[in-house]
C-alpha cells in the first residue's frame, strides 16, 4: 500500500513540476508586438469583438501574445457597451477620435491608421 501512495505522489509531483515549467517558458516571453499593441493601448484604440467571431480570432492571432496589451472589448459579455459605441460588425477597431474600422484590418492598416510603428520584420 505504501508504495502505491509514494508512487502517486512521486507522478504528482513530476506532473506539477512539468506544468510549472510549461507556464514559466510561455506566460510572459515578450513579443516584437508588444510595443505597437502597447501604443494602440495608449492612443486608445480598442477591438470590438467576439470569440466565436473567426475574422476576430484572426486578427488576434496576428498580434499573437501582444494581443494582451490591446484593448479589447467581448461585446456578447458587454452588448450595452457595443451598442453604445455603434457597433454592428466583428471586428471593430474604434479610434479615440471615434473613427471606427470594421471587418479585418491587419497589422499594417492598424499602424497607417494608428501612426503606431510596427517592427521592421513584420512589415
Known amino acids: 500500500?505504501?508504495?502505491?501512495?509514494?508512487?502517486i505522489i512521486a507522478l504528482t509531483v513530476i506532473i506539477s513540476g512539468g506544468v510549472w515549467l510549461e507556464s514559466l517558458s510561455s506566460n510572459d516571453a515578450p513579443s516584437p508586438l508588444d510595443?505597437?499593441?502597447?501604443?494602440?493601448?495608449e492612443k486608445e484604440v480598442a477591438m470590438y469583438?467576439?470569440?466565436?467571431?473567426?475574422?476576430?480570432?484572426?486578427?488576434k492571432k496576428e498580434?499573437?501574445?501582444a494581443f494582451k496589451y490591446v484593448p479589447y472589448v467581448e461585446c456578447p459579455q458587454n452588448?450595452?457597451?457595443?451598442?453604445d459605441m455603434g457597433v454592428d460588425g466583428y471586428p471593430t477597431?474604434?479610434?479615440k477620435d471615434g473613427r471606427k474600422l470594421v471587418g479585418?484590418?491587419?497589422l499594417e492598416k492598424l499602424a497607417r491608421e494608428s501612426g503606431c510603428v510596427?517592427?521592421?520584420?513584420?512589415l
Open 49 to 59: 469583438g467576439a470569440d466565436w467571431c473567426p475574422h476576430c480570432q484572426k486578427e
Open 35 to 41: 510595443p505597437f499593441a502597447q501604443c494602440l493601448a
Open 79 to 83: 452588448p450595452k457597451k457595443c451598442l
Open 1 to 7: 500500500m505504501r508504495k502505491y501512495l509514494y508512487g
Open 63 to 65: 498580434f499573437g501574445s
Open 93 to 95: 477597431w474604434i479610434f
Open 118 to 122: 510596427l517592427p521592421n520584420e513584420e
Open 104 to 106: 479585418e484590418q491587419g
